[in-house]
Every structure is written in C-alpha cells, then in structure tokens.
C-alpha cells in the first residue's frame, strides 16, 4: 500500500517534463549534468517543525520577558457583552450588501 502511495505522488507525468524519466535526472559520476536529488523535499518538513519550536521558545523565553520588561502588558483581547438587543435586531435583518450602506455624495 505504501508503495502505491509513494508511486502515486512521485509520478513522472505529474513531476517532469514529457519524455522525461527520473532515470534522467538521476544523480551519477557519469552524468554532464549533475541535478539535485529530489528526495530532498522531504528535508523541508523537519526544518518546518524544527522552525516553529525555535520561534515557540523565542517567543516565551525571549520576546514575552523584553515586551514585559518595556511596560507592554500581556492581556488577552476581551470579548464584547452580550447584547440581546443587537442580536435580535442582527438575526431580522436581511443580508445586505455593504455597498448599500454608502451614502451618495454629489458632484460638484
């Protein structure tokens, strides 16, 4: 199953141009040409994961202590209250469009 999987996604029609062969662009000493491996997309994946742990553990032990340190405070946005009045009036109002809501200006 998994090789069907791997074939499927490396399918030459889908990757390389027409007449063309992964054998072609293969890596060897007899080669004119040297191409780049293309098993080294895979290499972008870990560096991803690796980027974001790096940028979480700047992030909480080097940005959040400078900001607080320089008076900027580490609040949360509050939710806005409820207002029963607003909702009903939300929920009967038909869907407009917000071109509607303009006022005409007149030219002078």
Do not use: C
Not at 14 to 27: C, F, M, Q, R, S
């Amino acid at each position: 199953m998994l090789r069907f999987l791997l074939d499927s996604f490396w399918n030459e029609d889908v990757w390389l141009p027409p007449n063309t062969t992964w054998e072609d662009i293969a890596p060897g000493a007899d080669k004119a040409v040297v191409y780049p491996k293309y098993w080294d997309v895979l290499y972008a994946i870990p560096l991803a994961l690796v980027l974001i742990a790096f940028r979480y553990v700047l992030n909480k032990y080097w940005f959040t202590p400078f900001g607080l340190s320089l008076g900027i405070k580490n609040t949360r946005s509050k939710k806005a209250p409820s207002n029963p009045k607003l909702e009903a009036a939300y929920q009967q109002t038909p869907k407009i469009k917000h071109k509607q809501h303009l006022p005409t200006m007149a030219v002078m």
